[in-house]
Nanobody, 121 residues
Framework: QVQLVESGGGSVQAGGSLRLSCVASGLPFKFAWMGWFRQTPGKEREFVAAVSRSGATYYADSIKGRFTISREDTRNTAYLQMNSVEPEDTAVYYC???????????????WGQGTQVTVSS
């Protein structure tokens, strides 16, 4: 059984930092890409970043230069380092796993339960 479990969310002031973690268990090797998405009430889930097993990365323009995605396969963990956060970054953040890279959530077959990030001004 595949499980993705996020942690590290919370409340932070604008300009601060948070690091989200996503621990994967039971994930087949063919799922080479780990991605982070976020969603706010009334809006569609939005692509944030993705990282491949080889270390290739993609970012959404809205967070480029502020967030960094990484992974540590020996720990089956993906990370999202969030720096210089803004109130607009407030959302539930989800990690997900895909076989190929895509910015579309539909390409990701496994999802975590999400972790809330709240940024106050």
């Amino acid at each position: 059984q595949v499980q993705l479990v996020e942690s590290g969310g919370g409340s932070v002031q604008a300009g601060g930092s948070l690091r989200l973690s996503c621990v994967a268990s039971g994930l087949p090797f063919k799922f080479a890409w780990m991605g982070w998405f976020r969603q706010t009430p009334g809006k569609e889930r939005e692509f944030v970043a993705a990282v491949s097993r080889s270390g290739a990365t993609y970012y959404a323009d809205s967070i480029k230069g502020r967030f960094t995605i990484s992974r540590e396969d020996t720990r089956n963990t993906a990370y999202l380092q969030m720096n210089s956060v803004e109130p607009e970054d407030t959302a539930v953040y989800y990690c997900a796993a895909a076989r190929l890279f895509s910015r579309a959530g539909s390409a990701y077959e496994y999802w975590g339960q999400g972790t809330q990030v709240t940024v106050s001004s």
